[in-house]
């Protein structure tokens, strides 16, 4: 019930957000035109003017109701968390070539969510396609696959994909079934099987903390499924995702799939060109999942792939709590 | 020939005796226990059971998918001889509408205890969608339970009728128990006709319902990318097996009653014989199906599946795989081409072996597939690269299947376990069509 009154007010935001992005557009466009007609803006003019709203729908308002407001500086942090930010649409760029196994994305990522079970949300696979072929370090975030499997087969919607291109879940709804992680051909998706033992350290603000599924292990929940988020509660700050601003090598590029662009921290690329450059491709494309990572093949490698195997743990994936 | 009161003697619901009382402890001490785990369960979370994010479904899933499977029983013998008119079904029917009965309400339960938040299971109704398979399963399974109670009562109206009458004055509560349940059944031509009527539809209903619930639970499966489940064969391959477990269960239950209700009279080996060729039938359609779902693939098998194959022919999983398959299936099939295989005797020993193999069919169905995923298995503790239940597992599922023998054994124990009403109205037809023989 709660939850009705919850969604009736974000609709009621983002309806008063379009409407008022729409009045702000127009008010700048055409400006003289309003400063004109707020002569007489008392009464209705009759007269129609056809203004674009955002997401590019036309839309007619009587003349005498175009207001000038002040542009609203924070529609990108305001939005339905199921729907995502508008006009968004992220991507990854996995540089295999720069992969050493340093694993600082994996730390990073782990000690950011507060993952504290068997396996991590991002791993890092030691591969070797075949015999004579060579092998490399290939990490794996969630896919953020365009044609969820998991999505697909949750009996609750508790996995949801968004438009801008995250899958995510609510640990508030999912009952547990497990059926998502059965469906994801990349297992990446970890259950937790107890009560997770989490310490909150007290600078979190754990108090004034609400539960986000953009936020993921925040908290994670008892027999519920948790993965990678592409933490999205990084880029409302204008941040990127912790396993990039980690990495010491630069391999991870993150960015927007509409602006073409991605980037890692020190260097933004085009994306179109990056992967046309050096070869971008997707894991198991033949499934026909369409993710939204895109790795490029490890080839003229800066670093030997030996180097990799001290760091390389067949039987862990988080570090547990030392004493410290 | 018996008369009408005789029938009614032997058949009428009577008292356990002695072994029957042990039977129902025993029962009751294994729910008990498996109740006693579930709270633990419940309390710590499915970190008891040995389940992990690879193995992510154990034997609660194999388990209640054989419980599914064991259901099929009603479909198959009912609806189909009764739609085929085989007259010989007469003495079975009714155990095989109780086995369904119980096997159904028994998966109902099972695939909630795999759930971890079974706090959260309004949500599978508040937020349903119906894209997922699971979301198909709580149409159906509710669905074909409604429709097996409706399998099991109608056929029983006239029974309930006689029985209050019998026991009216050395029961009268429980006589008048019966006589509610009986409806007002005079045995009119109205009423019969009525009741031929709604038989015959519910025996349609379930065959329907029964394919459609064997169908879904192979689309959970098949519905995934997984290695040996993404299989299109799938279906047919769970209907077919469900066809062999719900007869292996029927074969073994009918026995069992048999000899402790003295019901050699009514169900002969004329019967054993019956549902031993049935039981061949079924497995020759099984093998069929497994040949198409395990040796074709050899020919055109990915990398992934060739793993997935030769753990199971040479691998980890080869002992328990040829077990199931030759001594489950391909024996019990051999052994019932003989007609002195199809004697109660070595009919109840095949009945439970193959009952045996179909519940471990369903485990070797799920597990290997699942520590096969398509990357590779790394960076979880050693522990999670194989698979065997806790003793949570085999406690909890314990209890379940003793709750699943427990509602047969009580409604055994209050219902006639061969119809009354049909038996008389048959020995009648046979008096009048051949009055010598008797």
């Not at chain 1, 499934?287 to 760091?311: C, H, K, S």
């Not at chain 2, 009562?153 to 019966?178: G, H, Q, V």
């Amino acid at each position: 019930m709660g939850d009705t009154t919850k969604k009736e007010r974000r609709k009621f935001l983002d309806k008063g957000l379009k409407v008022g992005i729409a009045a702000a557009l127009g008010g700048f466009g055409i400006s003289k035109i309003t400063s004109k007609l707020n002569a007489n803006s008392k009464s209705d003019s009759g007269e129609k003017i056809e203004l674009m709203t955002t997401d590019g729908t036309l839309i007619e308002i009587d003349s005498s109701e175009v207001v000038e407001v002040q542009h609203s500086e924070d529609h990108d942090k305001k939005y339905n968390v199921r729907e995502g930010m508008p006009h968004r649409k992220f991507v990854m760029v996995i540089d295999l070539a720069k992969c050493k196994n340093a694993l600082k994305c994996q730390q990073s990522c782990n000690k950011h969510h507060y993952i504290t079970g068997d396996n991590a949300w991002l791993k890092v696979y030691k591969m070797q396609e075949s015999k004579d072929t060579a092998p490399y370090w290939m990490p794996t975030t969630c896919m953020h696959c365009d044609q969820p499997a998991c999505v697909t087969v949750c009996p609750v919607d508790a996995t949801f994909k968004r438009k801008d291109g995250l899958v995510l879940i609510d640990n508030e709804r999912c009952i547990g079934c497990r059926f998502c992680m059965a469906a994801c051909p990349y297992s990446t998706r970890v259950f937790n099987w107890s009560e997770p033992k989490q310490e909150f350290t007290l600078d979190m603000d754990m108090l004034e903390h609400q539960y986000s599924p953009e936020h993921g292990g925040m908290p994670s929940v008892k027999g519920t499924v948790d993965k990678c988020d592409f933490c999205p509660h990084q880029v409302k700050n204008n941040e990127l995702p912790h396993c990039v601003t980690a990495c010491p090598n630069g391999v991870f590029y993150f960015g927007d799939k509409y602006e073409d662009t991605v980037t890692n921290g020190e260097e933004t690329l085009r994306l179109s060109k990056l992967l046309e450059d050096k070869a971008g491709y997707r894991l198991l494309e033949n499934l026909g999942t369409e993710p939204n990572v895109y790795y490029l093949p490890p080839v003229d490698r800066l670093v030997d792939f030996e180097d990799g195997l001290e760091q390389f743990t067949e039987f862990q994936s988080v570090e547990k709590p030392t004493e410290e | 020939m018996k008369n009408f009161d005789e029938i009614v003697h032997d058949l009428a619901p009577r008292k356990y005796e002695k072994p029957g009382i042990i039977w129902i402890v025993f029962l009751s001490i294994l729910i008990v226990l498996g109740i006693i785990a579930y709270i633990d369960q419940l309390i710590q979370g499915q970190v008891v059971t040995n389940m992990r994010d690879y193995a992510l479904w154990g034997i609660y899933i194999s388990n209640f998918v054989f419980f599914v499977a064991t259901s099929f029983v009603g479909s198959v013998t009912v609806a189909i001889l009764r739609l085929s008119k085989n007259e010989w079904r007469t003495p079975l029917v009714r155990i095989a509408e109780i086995i369904t009965l119980a096997c159904i309400i028994m998966a109902g339960i099972t695939i909630t205890l795999d759930i971890a938040r079974p706090d959260r299971l309004l949500n599978l109704f508040v937020h349903a969608r119906l894209q997922s398979p699971i979301t198909w399963d709580i149409i159906i399974i509710p669905t074909f339970m409604v429709i097996s109670i409706l399998l099991l009562y109608i056929p029983l109206i006239p029974d309930f009728a006689i029985l209050k009458d019998y026991f009216a004055k050395t029961k009268p509560k429980l006589s008048k128990l019966y006589g509610i349940l009986s409806l007002k059944w005079t045995g009119s031509p109205a009423q019969k006709a009525l009741q031929t009527k709604s038989i015959r539809l519910t025996s349609i209903l379930i065959l329907l319902a029964g394919i459609l619930l064997q169908t879904i639970d192979a689309w959970l499966f098949s519905s995934t990318y997984r290695t040996g489940w993404d299989s299109t064969n799938f279906a047919p391959y769970f209907i077919s097996g469900a066809f062999v477990a719900g007869i292996g269960a029927l074969i073994t239950v009918i026995y069992l009653v048999r000899i402790r209700r003295k019901l050699e009279d009514y169900i002969t080996d004329f019967h054993f014989d019956k549902m031993g060729k049935m039981l061949k039938l079924a497995c020759f359609v099984y093998i069929y199906f497994n040949i198409n779902e395990y040796l074709m693939p050899q020919f055109t098998a990915k990398k992934g599946e060739t793993v997935h194959l030769e753990a199971l022919f040479t691998g980890h999983y080869a002992p328990l795989f040829w077990i199931v398959s030759i001594v489950g299936l391909v024996l019990p099939a051999i052994v019932l081409m003989f007609k002195k295989g199809r004697k109660p005797l070595p009919m109840f020993i095949i009945g439970i072996i193959v009952v045996i193999g179909s519940w471990w069919k369903r485990y070797i169905i799920i597990t290997p597939t699942l520590l096969e995923p398509f990357l590779p298995l790394q960076g979880v503790p050693e522990s999670w690269y194989s698979y065997f239940p806790s003793l949570h597992e085999w406690i909890i599922t314990s209890a379940t299947l003793a709750m699943a023998l427990m509602i047969i054994t009580l409604l055994i124990r209050y219902l006639p376990a061969v119809p009354i009403q049909r038996t008389v109205d048959e020995q009648k037809m046979d008096i009048i069509e051949k009055p010598l023989e008797s």
